[in-house]
């Protein structure tokens, strides 16, 4: 895909997940970019590639770019920005001669989320009692499918902050924090495919769960809700349902999903035997999202 070059002085140190605003270059807005991803940075012979090294987000009226490394850029550094502009490539008909412009390839994908069991506040631990570092001892450490962590406790803890640490589906570490709840269920936002630490801040009230919620991750990064084409169970249409795209800010400990995540409506009974499926239309369907926290 062409790339729009945009070069710009720093006019301040940028420490690592600091931001500033940037124009659009000139005849270009929010959405000349939507969908693009693999946008590059050069500085002074050196390479860098978003969003390993830096975010690069569009607003209404401005571009945001994050320096996500943690050696600082120094003030009058000179940034050649090359941002991924999807829209711009064309198709060009042999047998008409004709060439149309702003068109750029969104294949269809059928992306399989398998046959997920329904919500299960005890699937890692049951009415366990933290230990004097706040560890909770787990009995699983995988879901049956990426998916939201969820923490219960039998008295009020809602003053208690708790740690998950794990891995995404591809291996890279995740860290997402969870505030405690007076009764009733506590749930996360990011989808773990690997939970191998669950930690509270604090002597816990009573006694802690901890589960896995219906909010389903994605294994590709989801730009907007409005590219899910469709949603299949057991081949039958579902209506309704809740999508989140994935999160390209700053990656914290309380940011959302990279790549996004499904979660079905209430009337959907995952029962772990019927399959799950999204129609998506994806223009950059390699892009598996920025590396998450990772409590550095």
Known sequence: MPLVVLNALLERKLNYGES?????????????????????????????????????????????????????LPRGTILNLQLEEPGTDYYYDPRTGVTVHNMVPAHHYLVNLAAPKDKQAEHYARQAQPNARGDIPLAQLHPDTPRNVTISSTADDAKRVFRIEGEDPYFRSMVEEIDGVAGGVAYGRKAFAKVFAV?????????????FGNRLGLPVYLPSPGLVMRVLLSGHE??????????????TARSGDRR?????????????????????????????????????
């Open 238 to 251: 579902v209506i309704g349902g809740t999508i989140v795209p994935g999160d390209t800010g700053l990656a």
């Open 260 to 296: 996004g995540t499904y979660l079905p409506p209430e009337d959907v009974a995952l029962d772990g035997a019927k399959s799950l499926q999204l129609l998506l239309c994806l223009p950059n369907p390699g892009n598996i999202g920025a590396p998450d926290y990772a409590g550095e």
């Open 199 to 211: 930690t509270a801040d604090g002597p816990c009230q009573g006694r802690i769960s901890v589960g």
């Open 20 to 72: 500033i605003a940037l124009p659009y270059p000139v005849g270009k807005n929010e959405g000349s970019f939507f969908g693009g991803a693999n946008h590059t940075l050069g500085i002074e012979g050196r390479f860098y590639r978003s969003p390993r090294d830096f975010l690069v987000a569009t607003q209404p009226d401005r571009i945001q770019f994050t320096w996500v490394k943690k050696v600082p």
